[in-house]
Every structure is written in structure tokens, then in C-alpha cells.
């Protein structure tokens, strides 16, 4: 069974400085991995994948990951937070050989000081 | 490309009411999930649908729960006899069958059952 565990349910960062939000998975087989992000009363927007290809992903509006399979952490960076950025992030898996559902984790809510 | 579509957005309904919720794929994807989300929680998987066959149900889906996708383009999810328990929000993400997929989210539709 596949599973997905975000460290952090809340996560508070100062405008401008790095953000990291930190995601381990646990799966029997090579997994695709995502973040997804989601805003106040919408759906989840897709930001970014690892499907066996480079382990450094780059997404959309500036944020990263790598997938460490020596860890299995799939941690998600920006190097610099701005405001838009405060919503719930979720980190999640599927089987590659069943892509019938993702697994998500509970979300971290990313919150940005001003 | 118009994304996929929700309907209502919300929906406040009796302990005991029948409700049913309505999904939009985008045009050309061929597979259609279902997926609730309560509050502080990830989404979990409910079900999908590759065209108008019906493909897996997770444990989650009492019989009180039915969907369909009768033409393989729009889906219904019905909640017959809702419960308080059934309060959530109820996500709707479409993707294409080739891999490696990439599942769009609707906006969702939030479930009040007071």
C-alpha cells in the first residue's frame, strides 16, 4: 500500500525567505509523486511531478522538488516565499502501474509573514 | 479548453435528503474521478470511470453513494438519505488515459448536511 506523510500541518515563513515543506512517502513499487496546491474554496491545481524521469522537478511559480530515494522524501522548496503563496499544499503518490487514484497527504497550510 | 466544471458549488441540504452532484470533464479526457475531502484532511479517492465503464469503488462509497457516467462525458455523484458524516467537499478531477497522467481538479462542490 501506498502512503504519504507531510510533516507539518501548518508552516510559517517571513516574505522573501525559503520555503520548505516536507513530504515522505512509503510505497512497495517506483511511485509518481506530485504537489499540488489549493487555494481558499477551489480545486487542487497541479504544481509539479516526478515520474522517473530527472529527480530535480521544477513547477510552476517558482517552487522544486527532488525525489531522494535513499530517503524517500519528495520535499517541496522556493527560495523565496511571496504572499500569494499562503494556501495548502498537498503531497501525493500513485502507482505508476495502476494509475487509477493518487494518495494525498493531509496538507500543510502555508502561511506567509509579511 | 474550459477546465473541469462543478455543479452547484455549494449545497446545503436535511439529514435524510437525497442530493446529487454534477461533474464536467475536460472535453477530450476519458477518465473521470471522484474524490471528497473533509476538513483538514487530504482528498480521498471515491471512484473513477474510464469512459462510461466504472472501474474501481473505494470502501468509502456506501451503498448509499452512486455515480454515474452514462455517455463517458459528464459523471453524477448521488448521496441518497445523506447523513451529517457526508458534510465535505466532493472533487471531480479528469485526466487522460495515456501516462504519465495528470488528473485536473474541479473547483468542488462543498456538502452542508445540517
Known amino acids: 500500500a501506498q502512503s504519504v506523510t507531510q510533516l507539518g500541518s501548518h508552516v510559517s515563513v517571513s516574505e522573501g525567505a525559503l520555503v520548505l515543506l516536507r513530504c515522505n512517502y512509503s510505497?512497495?513499487?517506483?511511485?509518481?509523486l506530485f504537489w499540488y496546491v489549493q487555494y481558499p474554496n477551489q480545486g487542487l491545481q497541479l504544481l509539479l511531478k516526478y515520474t522517473s524521469a530527472a529527480t530535480l522537478v521544477k513547477g510552476i511559480n517558482g517552487f522544486e522538488a527532488e525525489f531522494k530515494k535513499s530517503e524517500t522524501s519528495f520535499h517541496l522548496t522556493k527560495p523565496s516565499a511571496h504572499m500569494s503563496d499562503a494556501a495548502e499544499y498537498f503531497c501525493a503518490v500513485s502507482d505508476p502501474a495502476r494509475d487509477d487514484k493518487i494518495i494525498f497527504g493531509k496538507g500543510t497550510r502555508l502561511h506567509i509573514l509579511p | 479548453d474550459t477546465g473541469v466544471s462543478q455543479d452547484p458549488r455549494h449545497k446545503i441540504t436535511k439529514r435524510g435528503q437525497n442530493v446529487t452532484f454534477r461533474c464536467d470533464p475536460i472535453s477530450e479526457h476519458n477518465r473521470l474521478y471522484w474524490y471528497r475531502q473533509t476538513l483538514g484532511q487530504g482528498p480521498e479517492f471515491l471512484t473513477y470511470f474510464q469512459n462510461e465503464a466504472q472501474l474501481e469503488k473505494s470502501r468509502l462509497l456506501s451503498d448509499r453513494f452512486s455515480a454515474e457516467r452514462p455517455k463517458g462525458s459528464f459523471s453524477t455523484l448521488e448521496i441518497q438519505r445523506t447523513e451529517q458524516g457526508d458534510s465535505a467537499m466532493y472533487l471531480c478531477?479528469?485526466?487522460?488515459?495515456?501516462?504519465?497522467?495528470?488528473?485536473?481538479f474541479g473547483p468542488g462542490t462543498r456538502l452542508t448536511v445540517t
Open positions: 478531477a479528469s485526466s487522460l488515459k495515456q501516462g504519465p497522467y495528470e488528473q485536473y
Open positions: 510505497s512497495s513499487v517506483p511511485p509518481y
